[in-house]
């Protein structure tokens, strides 16, 4: 897949704590995307990112939840006071220019308990 | 916003069956692409296909962007094609953003 990397893989939060998705794009490319995949559902889009811009967070909730892309470092998905529908598979897609092949990462697993 | 059909929604091939996986979408795109998501989650990538017909290997795919419609064949499948496969869309004018359909979920026996 081009080189996305997600980390964890895995994570478990107890209901209230604060969860850190990271992402860092193939190198060279600019443009991030995070999706959410709820069980046996398809992938919905929830923000893209370029370097230091969000472009379009249309499809995050207004509360608690967060992203940014640094200009140094990965792209970060921070989910505040997490509740147990937060339970769901992120991923992370980046593409190097506007109407780009989007490559995605292996995902994070987020269990909240 | 634009709308991404995919069908069949399940299907359940013998090994060594052939098939065909379509999707439809509502407006004009600048990008398709399609994708398996294995039994353990991870996307890979299959095809870049705004338009034309492209293959790899036992896969191909066809997108005829004036009509809206993209298939995906698979020939000869094989236990290891299980998984589901999504389409992606990125409409023209739009705001570059990946929008995928619910898939279609592919189980394969031996």
């Known amino acids: 897949n081009a080189g996305v990397m997600q980390n964890p893989r895995h994570l478990v939060r107890r209901r209230g704590q604060e969860a850190r998705l990271r992402c860092s794009p193939v190198?060279?490319?600019?443009?991030v995307y995070w999706y959410r995949q709820l069980p046996e559902e398809g992938l919905k889009f929830m923000v893209y990112l370029q370097k230091e811009n969000i472009i379009d967070e249309s499809g995050m909730p207004k509360e608690r939840f967060s992203a940014e892309f640094p200009k140094e470092g990965p792209s970060i998905l921070r989910i505040q006071q997490v509740v147990r529908g937060d339970s769901a598979a992120y991923f992370c897609?980046?593409?190097?220019?506007?109407?780009?092949?989007?490559?995605f990462g292996q995902g994070t697993r987020l269990t909240v308990v | 916003g634009i709308q991404v059909e995919q069908s069949p929604p399940d299907l359940i091939l013998q090994e060594g069956a052939n098939s065909t996986l379509r999707c439809n979408f509502s407006d004009s795109v600048n990008n398709l692409q399609w994708f398996h998501q294995n039994p353990w989650g991870q996307l890979i990538n299959l095809f870049y296909i705004p338009s034309g017909t492209k293959q790899n290997g036992r896969l191909s795919a066809t997108t005829v962007a004036t009509e809206r419609y993209s298939l995906l064949y698979i020939s000869s499948s094989q236990t290891t094609d299980s998984g589901v496969y999504f389409c992606?869309?990125?409409?023209?004018?739009?705001?570059?953003?990946?929008?995928f359909g619910r898939g279609t979920s592919l189980i394969v026996h031996p």
């Open positions: 190198k060279g490319h600019s443009h």
């Open positions: 897609a980046s593409s190097p220019v506007w109407v780009g092949q989007a490559f």
């Open positions: 992606a869309v990125e409409i023209t004018g739009g705001s570059y953003i990946p929008t």
